[in-house]
């Protein structure tokens, strides 16, 4: 028996702002090596922080969301961010369950001077 694997299309755009990855179809282990180099690729760019569009993720496993964190903390230590925007019900599904959504989501807008810093180690509260 032989399955065929489709692996997520990833469309990265770079702006003054940062890095926009764009990610549809499914996230499991069988594409995770994708979206890591997808995400490695926005990091070494080295330009503000990086949203991550998951609007056409169909489905994302605990792999999918590992590769995520990873990228957040790599992220966190050079005073950039990493937000899902868009998130499918798929994915507003698992961040929820996993109960880390708050890690991704940016209650406030990058341009709004009064918005807690984050200057702790990855993972915690901004102040």
């Known amino acids: 028996m032989c399955e065929l694997f489709e692996e997520p299309l990833i469309v990265i755009t770079t702006s003054a702002g940062g890095v926009r990855v764009g990610v549809s179809g499914d996230v499991d282990v069988a594409a995770i090596a994708v979206l890591r180099e997808a995400l490695d690729a926005a990091i070494a760019r ?27 903390d790599e992220l966190c230590e050079s005073g950039r961010r990493l937000r899902i925007v868009n998130a499918s019900s798929a994915v507003s599904r698992l961040l929820h369950l ?30």
């Open 46 to 72: 080295g330009v503000g922080d990086v949203d991550v569009d998951m609007s056409g993720t169909t489905f994302c496993d605990s792999v999918g969301l590992y590769a995520l964190l990873t990228a957040r």
């Open 98 to 127: 996993s109960g880390i959504r708050e890690l991704f989501v940016d209650p406030f807008p990058a341009s709004d001077p009064t918005a807690p810093r984050h200057d702790g180690p990855p993972g915690a509260r901004p102040r």
